[in-house]
């Protein structure tokens, strides 16, 4: 596992921009009856979602997350130097995102842009990637996007993926402070060999889109996809996820000697209850510490650990000195974990998305 | 190490539904009413638990009987 410190970077504003309409897992008609939606419930903790109307994209969630965060923060647009984006649903093939995003904002033309197509883990490698820039101290201000929108990359009849994914845009402002004394520290680990857990097999240039390719199939019974449509082979990711990330935060935990117990927020990427459970009590850390919005946002991949911050440490973050744990697993199969400091955050923003 | 017999019972246990005071080392697991995907992760987690050793998707989907997910773990665990 490799391992990173990075120096004079805080964290001074979030925001979450997600959609106003709710998707309920109970009555979805992919399901055969009520004892198999409550079975699925009960198990990954997910009731409901956020979706945007087909048309709406991550970058028009973002937009709307960046401007009340910079007025909040009373940041004017061309005072950012930097815009990582982290996302898998990017608005075009090519060119990247956050291109557009910087012209739609109004960001300066030397603003450093950058797309990162990560998943679960996408907040902690896209902190690390912003935080690392800023760190020299050349480039002060920094927003880490992590958005997606997975109602329109997934099967709408696939019930092993259509009750889990939300959708949701987050940022996270970074700015350079050489005062500031907590370092922030990672570290990082891929298994390739895991690639099938979690992809999309057609559309990419090793499997072009073929007529074929955009024909639903029935896998299995409540099954359905298309070639495009991302699949999600719940066992392997399960797998992988009761064993590794726990064992990567204790390796992490050690090599940084942190003591658990002053820790007091562990923010894990909002997968699924069972998981996330696991998780905590192999890391023995109290519930009322592990904060939780699956139940009504899914798993919102990237997005979800700075939403997770937003929609339930709001008001704490805002004040007094926070210590944090972040972990996140996912696609890839790649994980990451961030030992970070918050104090009184300038802004924190929960923003319903305004058509 | 835990018996067969330890793990039928440890199998039989995250059924909620039917009667699993029947299952044998040959009852194929997949043969009733509740058998489900979510079932399948509970068995994961229980292995991982019990026996410190990670199934994959495909060591359920291979196995028909009972035995041969012990069997699995037995060769995992070696």
Redesign the interface.
Known sequence: MSFLTINNVKIVGLSACIPPDIEENRGLAIFSDNS?VE??IA?TGIERKRIVRPGTTASDLTYQAICKLLTKLEWHADSIDALIYVCTSRDYIAPITSAILQDRLGFRNDCYCLDLPLGCSGWVYGMSNLASLLSHGQLKRGLLVCAETNSQNRSPKDK?VKPLFGDAATVTALEFDEKWNYPMQFSFGVDGSGYKAVWTEYGGTRNPITPEAIKEKEIEPGVIRRGIDMVV????V??FA??VPPRSLQEFIEHYQIDVNDIDYLFLHQANK?IDD?IRKKLKVPEEKVPFCLQDYGNTNSASIPLAMVVCKSEELQKGIHNCLGCGFGIGLAWGNVHYTIENLKAVVLHEYEY | MKTIDEFVELFGELFDDIDTSNFTPETNFRDNDEW???I???V??MV?DEFDV????ND??NATTIADIYNCIVAKSE
């Not at chain 1, 082979?233 to 392997?236: A, H, L, S």
């Not at chain 2, 990670?54 to 998707?57: A, I, Y």
């Open positions: 198999e079975k699925v198990s092993t082979n719940g066992m392997d399960f797998s009761i064993k069972f696991r | 489900s995907s979510l399948a992760l509970s994961i987690a991982d990670t199934l994959v998707g359920i989907k």
